[in-house]
Structures are given as structure tokens and as C-alpha cells.
């Protein structure tokens, strides 16, 4: 049973660009949360979805930033116009029902702004 | 708000040592407890978790227990190994809402 997968793993951008993150949820996970991680410091919640559906997006930067989780295909994490300070590790992680669900972590996208 | 607070590190050890690695909370409701390890240049692997008060979690010989009268999740292993060397995060799920809140971590380094 594959975990959770995420792609690419690394990513290097110049300012300005784009920058797009996938997640595939394990098999049966229909949730899914994205986490940032700055250097040297622990995970910070950006966003909860659900098939097709944001459910909580309270720690989602209000401009650049955007996620979707379409009804096929991976959960999609999009960073636009990136500066510098996105630099980090992005993790996703799914569970198989609600919240209350324990969550399983993917490999993290590691984005570097040049 | 709800936070979780994690001994600094790095902590070094001998190899066989006894580890200790505190963590308090702060959190309304009844929230569930996790424990997280991550390894160099890899994603979270859950380690262990407990979902009410008293309740102990258990995996690979390390042990935490939840203390709802000290709001504390400290985890503990007898006998460490040089392959347990990782960054270890306490985490908490507020009134289960899937939004985990993470401690800022602790190395663990351990030496032959």
C-alpha cells in the first residue's frame, strides 16, 4: 500500500515564477493537509481539504497562495509570483476520514527561490 | 491559543542511554497527542499518539504518556540506539480538527 506521494521533491524557482506542488493522498484518503516547514523550525498548518472542497484554509498566506484537491487527480499546492521567503519545505500529509483521523506524512517538496 | 512546547536541543547521548524528551501543551477541549520523528532530508513518520488522558502510546521502545493534569507528552525510551538520531515533533490535534499544531522540534543526536 504506497504512502503518501508527493512530486517533485525538489524544486528550485527564480522570483516571480510559479511554483506547483503535487500530493497524492494514500490509497482510501480522501483528506488532505499541507504544512510548511521554515528552516530550523517545526511545521505550520496551511490548509485542509477535501475531495473538490477547502474546508479550513486559516493558515494559508492570503495572496500567492492558493490549493485545490479536484475530484480526480493529486491535491495541487500553487505558489505564485514566488519570493525568496517561500524557501522551505512543503509537506503534505492525508487521513482516511475526518479530522479526527491520524495523519500520514509524504516526503515534503523541498522549494528553493533563487 | 493552542501550543505546544518542546524542549530545546540538540540532545546528545551515548548509545544505551536513557532519553527523556518534555513536552507540555496548552489546548481547550480533549485534543489528541502525536509524536513524530524525521529523519534528514525526509517527511514525518508518526511514532506514536494517544487520543485521551492516561492513555500511553507505545512504538519501537519509545513510551509517551498523556497527563491531562500536567498537560505533558513526554516521550521516553530505555535504551537508545545511534540509528534513533532524528528530529523528534510533538504535535497536537486541537478538538480533533485536523489542523495539527507542531512543537519546533528536538534533535536527538546519538553516538556510538
Known amino acids: 500500500n504506497a504512502g503518501v506521494m508527493q512530486n517533485p521533491r525538489h524544486l528550485v524557482r527564480r522570483r516571480g515564477q510559479e511554483a506547483r506542488l503535487r500530493c497524492s493522498p494514500m490509497k482510501g484518503h480522501s483528506h488532505v493537509y499541507w504544512y510548511r516547514q521554515l528552516p530550523e523550525e517545526g511545521l505550520k498548518f496551511m490548509v485542509y481539504l477535501q475531495k473538490e472542497n477547502i474546508i479550513d484554509e486559516s493558515g494559508m498566506p492570503k495572496e500567492r497562495f492558493s490549493a485545490e484537491f479536484p475530484k480526480e487527480g493529486p491535491s495541487i499546492l500553487r505558489i505564485q509570483q514566488v519570493v525568496r521567503g517561500d524557501s522551505a519545505a512543503y509537506f503534505c500529509?492525508?487521513?482516511?476520514?475526518?479530522?479526527?483521523?491520524?495523519?500520514?506524512f509524504g516526503p515534503g517538496t523541498r522549494l528553493l527561490v533563487l | 491559543g493552542d501550543s505546544v512546547t518542546q524542549m530545546e536541543g540538540p540532545v546528545t547521548l551515548s548509545e544505551e542511554a536513557f532519553l527523556t524528551i518534555n513536552c507540555t501543551y496548552t489546548a481547550t477541549g480533549y485534543p489528541s497527542l502525536f509524536w513524530y520523528v524525521q529523519y534528514p532530508g525526509e517527511g514525518l513518520q508518526l511514532l506514536l499518539k494517544?487520543?485521551?488522558?492516561?492513555d500511553k502510546g507505545s512504538n519501537k521502545g519509545f513510551e509517551a504518556t498523556y497527563r491531562k493534569e500536567t498537560t505533558s507528552f513526554h516521550l521516553e525510551k530505555g535504551s537508545v540506539q545511534v540509528s534513533d538520531s532524528a528530529v523528534y515533533f510533538c504535535a497536537l490535534n486541537p478538538s480533533n480538527t485536523g489542523k495539527l499544531i507542531f512543537g519546533q522540534g528536538t534533535t536527538l543526536q546519538v553516538k556510538p
Open positions: 500529509a492525508s487521513s482516511a476520514t475526518s479530522g479526527v483521523e491520524t495523519q500520514y
Open positions: 494517544a487520543t485521551k488522558a492516561d
